[in-house]
Structure formats: structure tokens, C-alpha cells
């Protein structure tokens, strides 16, 4: 049993070693590969990918799982072997339904149409992109029916999301957005925050030493990652000592870099906290992408975007800036970054109104898998959300369907949920570190953040993906997802700011 137990372990690192190779050509492709190199790209990545999924879903591997059923079942239920053996045979046949074939031509279109979106973005050509996003939506319905499901989009939301259902996700969304309409019309019907202060001339290479500086601080080694620009920010890992970050800067919005880089480095703390001794396994990884956004939700907002941190950086962040900021209050930069209003970006998007953008997306998703929304209507049916649900409107397609990464390089389906489900867990994690450690706001505001990383890295980090998202959630918070910590943390944050009782 012990030695069938090594060689499973065996083939499935030479499955993720496979998966990592194809990560460092996607994170290049993202970074510094140039333009003409795409189609060469796309081939080695469907190559790669066809490789992993081969290898994966070959009969060594599934005979392995069957005799290590015994051995699965004589070990403690939160071991190591156990939950490797309880994963791995999830993933084999799972796996199983999906031809390679299918994997190769995903992984080629994807790539190819990545290529066309960063193009077609800054051009506001949807036109460009259209028939590619329509194979996407094809591909997408092709790789749904390969599994059983209740509703076509629970293969998707199951491949990031093991466990959520699409009926589970609309009635938490459908909960969330009865309480969040209220709030962001109580809100933006006070008097609005002046966000000029963050929105001057920051110099580029300045904002990339500030960056680089908030992300050490918080915990990011850059030893064992480094930090770069991209269109879309995002983090990758390619082992549990290399995992990189990007993020983009724009010249008159400091909080764009500011916020994303800490977002990234929230995900970037997860995967370099999992536990070494799970290296080149399927455990050694976030559970979910719904764990993974509490995350990054985790450190950009309930972290990054409070008045402790502030009193810690803000002087720091005035003497690299001082032209700017020497005659800023905290006060007024406080209230910048948290500003509350209706806008056209989701990553740009405040706390209040962020998750709003979420539901828009997940629903436009769920309409095109459905058969009642056509991907050459969905600008429209974009704009009229948009319009409905925030009451306002983007003037071209650049800030409206093309503004995210994932359509055009991903399957349609699965997306957007995580970032929401993950804003509702940050908030119960963060709840129960506070009860263990109530003293962590003020040891955050003198710019010590260890007790806040060490009670994460014990209670979610180190198990990788050994326990599911409501196995984790139970076991650190004592609870399944609820929504309560979440709105109680908003109501609470922006009543003060803005003097509601709310």
C-alpha cells in the first residue's frame, strides 16, 4: 500500500510539473512574450495541456486509486494520504469524462483568444473578438456536458468551486443583493468624498517602489516571487516557492496600483503559506476560488483599505510623494479610497457597490449558457444591467463587456462567483481571527501584521486543498457561509464613514 502510495504520488508530480510548464508560458504570455509570438503559444500550451490530461487519465493512474481505496479508508480522515487519495480520484474522474482532444483545442482557442482581447480592448472593437467569445460559449456547453448536472453551469462553477451549485450561488447572491440596493442608495445619497488627492500625477517607478514595499511588508518574500505588469492583474505559481504577482499603474490613479498589488498579494500569501510537505501533489493549492478571494478580499480591503493600516503607511506614503500628499489628511485619503458611487469598472468598483458588478456578471453568464442570451447581444444586455442595476451606463463596449480578462481567456461559466462567495468569507474569517486575537486592528495599525498572517497561515494556508470550502469554513469560523459577518462589517465601516445609521 505504501509503495503504491509513492508512485501515485510519483506520476501525479510529473502531472503538475506538466500543469507548471504551461503556467510559466501563460504567465509569459501575460508579461513579456512578444505579439507575434501567439500562435506558437497557443499551439505549445494545447500541446502541454494535452500532455497533462493524457497523463493524468491514464489507466496507471486509475489502477493506483483502486487499490489504494483500503488505505485511503485506514487513515484519519484529515491525513495527507487520505485527502491526497479523496482529491486525486475526484479530479481522476472527473477528468476521465473529458477527451484530451477537447483539452488541446480549449487550451489553443483560449490562448488565441486572449491575443484578440488585448487588441480588441483598447480599440473598443467588439466586432474583433465576437466570434471567438461565440466559440468560447460553444466550447463552454461542450465541456458542461461531459458531467452530470442540475443546471449547465455546475461543471463550470464545480472545476473552481468544488461543492456551490448555480441554485445555491443565485439564492446567496439573491440575499446579498436585497441587502446591498438599500445600502448604496442610502449611501450615494450623502454627500460625495473629493477623490482628487489620489488622482494626480504619481510617477510610475515611485508607485512600483511602494508597491514592492506594502507587499514585503505584509508578508509577500520576494524570494520566493517577484512582482510584475500585466493588463489584467493576477497571480500565479509555478511551485510553493515561486509564486509571482503582477499589476498595472496608471499614472493619475494611485489606488488602481495600490489596491490590485495588494489584492494580488493576498493570493500570493495563500499559496506560499501551504504546507512544503505537499509540494507537486493536487493539494498544494487554494481550495476554491471562493477561499482564494477571501483572500486577496481579505488583505485589499478589510486590511489595506482600513484606517489602521493607514495610520501605519500613510506618512511612509506621503514621503514617497511628497508634492502630492504633504497636505493631505488622512482623513481625506481615508475617505478617497473608500469612496462610494455607481461606476463602470469592476475592479475599481468600492466595497458597497463591488459585489453588484459580480451578480451582473454571473447572471449574463447564466442567460448565455441557457440559450436566452446571444453572445452578439450581449453588449446590450451589458449596458442595460448596468443601467437597471447601477443606474448608469458605459459609453462604449472598452468599459463595458470587454473590460474583463476572463470571457477571453477562460470558458464562460464559473467566472465571477468566486469573488463574491470569497467577499462574504473574508469578512467571517476575519471575524473569527478577531475573536481569538482582538487586539489585531491595533497591532495592524503599528504595522504588524504577524498575528493576523500566523492565525490565517494556521487555519487556512497550511492545508492547501486538503479540506473542501465549508470544511475549511467550519473549522476556522465554526460556521457555513452566511452572509451576516459581511453585512455587518459594510454597515458598520461605511455608516461611520459617512455618518448613517445604518
Known amino acids: 500500500m505504501e509503495k503504491n ?18 503556467g510559466v508560458l501563460s504567465w509569459d504570455q501575460s508579461t513579456y512574450m512578444p505579439v507575434k509570438g501567439a500562435a506558437a503559444r497557443g499551439r505549445q500550451l494545447a500541446t502541454i495541456g494535452k500532455l497533462a490530461h493524457e497523463k493524468f487519465t491514464s489507466p496507471a493512474i486509475g489502477n493506483l486509486l483502486e487499490s489504494l481505496a483500503t488505505y485511503e479508508d485506514s487513515m484519519p480522515y484529515e491525513s495527507t494520504e487520505a485527502s491526497l487519495i479523496r482529491l486525486a480520484r475526484k479530479q481522476y474522474e472527473k477528468a476521465l469524462r473529458v477527451p484530451s482532444s477537447f483539452v488541446s483545442k480549449l487550451y489553443n482557442h483560449s490562448s488565441e483568444t486572449y491575443q484578440v482581447w488585448t487588441k480588441a480592448r483598447p480599440e473598443n472593437d467588439f466586432a474583433a473578438v465576437l466570434p471567438y467569445l461565440e466559440k468560447t460559449l460553444e466550447y463552454s456547453r461542450e465541456l458542461a456536458s461531459f458531467h452530470p448536472y442540475e443546471h449547465i453551469a455546475d461543471p463550470l462553477i464545480a472545476e473552481v468551486d468544488p461543492g456551490m451549485k448555480t441554485a445555491e450561488i443565485r439564492n446567496v447572491f439573491a440575499q446579498l443583493r436585497k441587502e446591498l440596493v438599500p445600502l448604496v442608495q442610502a449611501i450615494t445619497e450623502q454627500a460625495d468624498f473629493d477623490p482628487a488627492c489620489i488622482h494626480q500625477p504619481f510617477a510610475i517607478q515611485d508607485q512600483e517602489a511602494v508597491c514592492k514595499d506594502i507587499v514585503g511588508k505584509l508578508g509577500y518574500d520576494f524570494e520566493r516571487g517577484r512582482l510584475d505588469t500585466t493588463h489584467h492583474p493576477f497571480m500565479t505559481n509555478f511551485s510553493i516557492d515561486d509564486v509571482r504577482i503582477t499589476t498595472r499603474y496608471q499614472e493619475n490613479d494611485l489606488s488602481d496600483s495600490l489596491f490590485s498589488t495588494i489584492h494580488e498579494a493576498g493570493h500570493a500569501l495563500y499559496e506560499l503559506g501551504v504546507d512544503s510537505s505537499l509540494e507537486g501533489t493536487p493539494l498544494a493549492s487554494g481550495t476554491s476560488s471562493g477561499v482564494h478571494e477571501s483572500q486577496s478580499r481579505l488583505w485589499e480591503n478589510l486590511v489595506g483599505r482600513s484606517l489602521p493600516f493607514w495610520e501605519f503607511y500613510y506618512p511612509q506614503l506621503q514621503k514617497a510623494f511628497p508634492e502630492q500628499l504633504n497636505n493631505v489628511s488622512l482623513t481625506t485619503f481615508y475617505r478617497a479610497i473608500n469612496r462610494v458611487q455607481r461606476s463602470l469598472i469592476r475592479t475599481d468598483a468600492d466595497e458597497v457597490t463591488y459585489n453588484l458588478h459580480v451578480i451582473i456578471r454571473f447572471d449574463l453568464e447564466l442567460a448565455m449558457l441557457e440559450g436566452k442570451l446571444a453572445v452578439r447581444d450581449l453588449p446590450e444586455a451589458w449596458h442595460a444591467r448596468y443601467k437597471s442595476d447601477l443606474g ?15 470571457w477571453y481567456m477562460d470558458t464562460i461559466g464559473g467566472s465571477f462567483q468566486g469573488y463574491t462567495l470569497g467577499n462574504i468569507m473574508s469578512a467571517q474569517f476575519y471575524d473569527a481571527a478577531l475573536s481569538s486575537h482582538p487586539d489585531i486592528p491595533q497591532q495592524i495599525s503599528q504595522g504588524n501584521f504577524t498575528v493576523l498572517h500566523n492565525w490565517l497561515q494556521e487555519n487556512i494556508y497550511q492545508h492547501g486543498r486538503k479540506f473542501s470550502a465549508d470544511e475549511i469554513l467550519q473549522k476556522a469560523t465554526g460556521s457555513s457561509l452566511m452572509i451576516d459577518p459581511y453585512i455587518r462589517y459594510l454597515k458598520s465601516k461605511f455608516g461611520e464613514l459617512y455618518n448613517l445609521s445604518l
Do not use: C, M, N, T
Open 392 to 406: 448608469i451606463q458605459a459609453p462604449d463596449d472598452r468599459d463595458g463587456v470587454l473590460q474583463d480578462i476572463h
Open 5 to 22: 502510495f509513492q508512485e501515485l504520488k510519483k506520476l501525479l508530480q510529473e502531472v503538475s510539473d506538466l500543469e507548471y510548464a504551461a
